[in-house]
């Protein structure tokens, strides 16, 4: 996938403050400082090269606060492969110099001129074209499309040459391009969304300012679209979206089909028709009904985000146990998308912090069920939703609640929400992994709350689980309002387990001022216990030994009865 939200990247402490400048050029952008040199950055990275190569890979934008030749240095291996170029930059530490390296094409030029605004210098910009033209014509505003790379970099050495040169079409953002124009050159910078040979003498630039009206019913919706846009002479360069009925939103061929043609799916309310629906989505514009397809041409660039609206996403996604590093990428990635974010106040937090378009709704850690169907009004609004848990939602936690919310629901917009569930590393498996590897055998995760489910229940399954030889994960061992239960619950464990069976206790495990216990069975009491804390009692061979250091490793090996000849 790729971002347009650039990373700013920080080797020390003292690159900070520049940093947190060129945050305010990229409200949204998250400075990452290296772990152990930089306090306060939005998040941290262990080693520098791994990280840079990571983000240039993912096409991140890159703001390296560094010297140009560090940078240089720890793409190079990566410059020969194709494939996206982001923008990478380095900057120097105390604000004084912005150096665009890569990514010509992807606004480098642009970023390192925002940014040397924000810092009140000069970017040192030296791509020729640009620095004649005052603009890269290689790389049209969003809204236009390039037809041929190769063919324009020709093109654009012909005019450093000193070529003159016309324009033919709207291309507004020429009107401030220092060109040598002349209306009988013999070159042109070509603007429009007819379907036109390439020629070394023209820069061909479509506005991308077709729709395609579409239905599920037309199978091979790709090839069905092209032959169209071919047969009313549209370049398929110039189409901008694909529109359809929002009775199809979860239609999978709809979806493919807007994928292979890379452009978004946008959907209206369904009409009688094809023609009608493309009426309802662009107004005034020249429309082609063909094979079925209703073809939209307008004059200028279409503005998607305000055709109909997207497919509405509600992700449910957990953040693992606190720590960023922990945090899934996908759940990352889901996070910088999202327009709503709705959870428990405490977990919200911990998500953020947020830009300021993205809305927060926090309410009470009791209220999943409305918090689950608030979940859904807004994504069948078409907006793109998070549901957040701790840990792994699925874990005693919000994904259980979302599809309840659904199965009750007969809305059909709520069943067309692209629904997902993003996991997450769960507080037994954060718990465990400090500890050693209590659970490194057959294991029973059990909520020891009674809130939802009838304590005799728990009862019986903690009895058959200790018989079983179980190791054992307790959620919620115990809260203000369910003072007993521990206690009980321990009293039936040690009914089929020693009193030296190993004990571990994660406290806000990933979270400042986490703590880790190594006790035994015996000496476990529940005043030793909160909410905020993991129990994982071991099985019968479960065992310790000490750690180098201090503390002691916790396992459960993976062989059971007699060790195994190995
Ligand atoms: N979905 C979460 C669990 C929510 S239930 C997950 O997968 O981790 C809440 C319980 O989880 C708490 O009462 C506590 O027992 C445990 N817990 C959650 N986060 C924890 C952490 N960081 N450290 C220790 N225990 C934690």
Redesign the pocket.
């Known amino acids: 996938m790729t971002s347009s939200t650039p990373a700013i990247v920080i080797l020390g402490q003292g690159s900070l403050a520049t940093a947190r400048r060129i945050q305010q050029v990229y409200p949204a952008a998250q400075i990452h400082g290296l772990a152990g040199r930089v306090e306060g950055a939005d998040c941290t990275y262990q080693e520098f090269g791994a990280t840079l190569r990571e983000l240039y890979q993912q096409a991140t934008p890159i703001i390296a606060l560094c010297a140009a030749g560090i940078v240089i240095r720890t793409l190079a291996p990566l410059l020969l492969e194709k494939g996206a170029e982001p923008a990478v930059l380095a900057v120097a530490e105390d604000g004084s110099a912005v150096v665009p390296l890569l990514g010509g094409l992807g606004g480098v030029n642009v970023m390192a001129r925002e940014i040397a605004a924000g810092l009140q210098v000069a970017a040192a910009i030296t791509t020729s074209g640009e620095l004649r033209f005052g603009t890269c014509l290689l790389n049209p505003p969003s809204g236009y499309a390039l037809a041929d790379l190769e063919l324009g970099k020709r093109f654009v050495s012909d005019l450093l040459a000193g070529h003159s040169v016309r324009i033919e079409g709207a291309a507004p953002w020429l009107d401030q391009a220092q060109l040598l124009e002349d209306p009988q050159a013999q070159r042109s910078i070509h603007v429009g969304s007819a379907e036109r040979a390439a020629s070394a003498n023209e820069l061909l630039i479509y506005p991308r300012s077709v729709a395609v009206a579409v239905s599920a019913d037309v199978a091979d919706l790709p090839s069905v679209i092209r032959a169209a846009l071919q047969q009313a002479n549209v370049a398929v360069q110039a189409l901008a979206c694909l529109v359809a009925a929002d009775t199809e939103m979860a239609s999978a061929d709809m979806r493919e089909a807007a994928l292979e043609l890379n452009v978004p799916l946008r959907f209206v309310t369904a009409q009688s028709d094809i023609g009608a629906l493309a009426r309802v989505a662009v107004p005034e514009a020249k429309i082609i009904e063909q094979n079925g397809l209703a073809i939209v041409v307008a004059e200028q660039p279409l503005d998607i985000a305000h055709i109909g609206r997207p497919r509405g996403r509600l992700a449910v996604i ?1 953040l693992g ?2 720590a960023a590093e922990l945090m899934v990428p996908a759940v990352k990635a889901e996070l910088a998308r999202a327009t709503d974010v709705l959870g428990y106040e405490t977990y919200v937090r911990m998500a953020g912090p947020f830009r300021d378009d993205q809305v927060q709704h926090c309410t009470d850690n009791r209220e999943e069920m409305q918090r689950a169907r608030h979940a859904f009004r807004l994504a069948a609004e078409g907006r793109s939703v998070i549901v957040v ?5 699925g ?3 919000m994904a259980a609640a979302v599809l309840e919310a659904l199965h009750e629901s007969d809305d059909p917009a709520w069943h067309r929400v692209d629904l997902e569930i993003l996991p ?1 590393v ?2 037994s498996l ?2 465990a992994a400090q500890a050693g590897a209590p659970l490194g055998h057959d294991f029973c995760v059990m ?1 020891l709350s009674d809130n939802l489910k009838p304590w005799s229940i728990i009862e019986k399954r903690l009895d058959l689980a200790a018989q079983a030889d179980l190791a054992l994960a307790f ?3 115990i809260s203000r309002a369910r003072p007993w239960q521990l206690g009980r619950a321990l009293e039936i464990v040690a009914q089929h387990r020693t009193p030296q069976t190993p004990v571990v206790l ?6 400042p001022g986490q703590t880790l216990r190594t006790t035994t069975l015996g000496a476990l009491t529940p005043d030793q216990v909160d ?4 129990v994982l009692i071991g099985s019968s061979t479960t065992c310790t030994f000490a750690r180098a250091g201090g503390g002691e490793w916790v396992y459960t090996p993976r062989w059971y009865g007699e060790k195994p000849i190995s």
């Open positions: 957990g146990p606190g848990s701790s840990g792994d939602p874990v005693f936690a997450g769960s507080a954060a718990t909520s959620y919620n061992p994660g406290r806000d495990i990933g979270r909410m905020r804390t993991m």
